[in-house]
């Protein structure tokens, strides 16, 4: 067959299967540039499924590019807690302050001018320029990259060792007339259809000319290693005016800078008799296997030392703290974090005492960090 022919059967079957088949997600009912992007930063390494609750969240708070620009770091992180990859939140912060300052708000039309922003990858640029302003780009992520390598016939590589291929593959594809629906069409049909394990072939639009029609052989993925970590939850007073112990991460830590954690305790401290929760929790590739412990305030003088500040933080403020991941779902799992599973927290110290040394608050600490300037 003519490539030419075959490239236009490629496009017509799927924009059309994508036409019919699309899920319905909340960043599609928009050509917003500003929505796309948070959308598209948010879909780096994170399920569909997890991203729906997060940017409807964040796009509530801030609902334009001025609002992102103009937040505190802080803000911007507590928000995005629990989302992961913190750098993307970071680096979308500083490239919406950007724009303010070197575009006077106009986010740049071409993908060219969006990947020079601090953070945005040749990826998200395509993605936003296609999608928001119809530039005939082709936007190339993991998803794409598996339906190409099957649809060519390629040997699955490890790496960027042929993404160049695959991106000039891909752009002798993409649709010029739709090329945002192009392009989100190709990702959707890795994520639904196109599967890593498992592909569903016989629902696939573009079969009839696939190289393989099936699951490749794929790279072997690095093993993951373990971690084991204990944690305390340390809590006074009652509800409505409950705190827990919180600590802050280094401003020169390599992962989650000045984010904020439970304290951990002592290794060999811990007793079973104070024991809460166990969870697991995956960054990259590593599993943590965390196991939670209650301690009273007199019992502090077995959590860990050398660590970041400590302070007493008010429940009702969590929501409004950068927390980690891991934090936020420990707190939700123990019904610490108002609004989830129950109205109010489960305390473990059950008469209220001062601590056994002096602690600040986290408002006295640093009031932007809970959004008290607002």
């Given amino acids: 067959m003519d490539p030419r022919q075959e490239n236009l059967d490629f496009r017509h079957n799927l924009l059309r299967w994508f036409d019919d088949n699309h899920r319905d997600l909340p960043w599609r009912h928009t050509r917003d540039p500003y929505a796309v992007w948070v959308s598209e930063t948010m879909l780096q390494q994170t399920r569909v499924s997890v991203v729906i609750e997060y940017y409807s969240r964040f796009m509530a708070r801030f609902p334009t590019l001025a609002s992102l620009a103009q937040a505190e770091e802080s803000e911007v992180l507590a928000q995005w807690s629990g989302l992961g990859y913190y750098r993307r939140a970071r680096a979308l912060h500083e490239a919406a302050k950007a724009v303010m300052v070197e575009h006077k708000g106009e986010i740049p039309t071409s993908a060219a001018a969006l990947s020079r922003l601090p953070g945005v990858g040749v990826y998200t640029a395509a993605a936003v320029a296609s999608i928001a302003f119809g530039e005939p780009v082709a936007a190339v992520d993991g998803n794409v990259e598996r339906v190409l390598t099957r649809y060519f016939g390629h040997e699955p590589v490890p790496g960027v060792a042929r993404s ?169 799992r123990l019904r610490v974090m108002p609004g989830y599973a129950s109205g109010r927290p489960v305390i473990v110290e059950s008469q209220p005492q001062e601590p056994a040394t002096e602690l600040a608050t986290a408002t006295e600490l640093d009031p932007a960090l809970f959004g008290s300037n607002r």
């Fill in 164 to 332: 160049g291929e695959l991106r000039r593959a891909a752009e002798q594809l993409v649709d010029r007339e739709r090329p945002g629906d192009f392009n989100e069409a190709m990702m959707e049909l890795g994520a639904t259809v196109c599967l890593p394990r498992n592909p569903m072939c016989l629902a696939c639009p573009v079969r009839e000319g696939c190289a393989t029609r099936g699951e490749h052989t794929v790279p072997r993925t690095k093993k993951m290693l373990s971690r084991k970590s204990a944690l305390a939850l340390v809590q006074r007073r009652q509800w409505p005016r409950a705190e827990v112990l919180l600590q802050r991460r280094p401003p020169d830590q390599a992962q989650m800078p000045n984010m904020w954690e439970l304290p951990s305790i002592r290794e060999g401290q811990e007793s079973e008799d104070m024991l809460l929760l166990t969870v697991r929790h995956s960054i990259t590739n590593t599993n943590y296997y965390v196991t939670v412990y209650g301690l009273t305030i007199g019992e502090q003088k077995i959590l860990a030392k050398g660590v970041g500040d400590r302070v007493w933080v008010p429940v009702l403020d969590l929501p409004e703290l950068p927390l980690t991941g891991l934090t936020r779902k420990i707190l939700k």
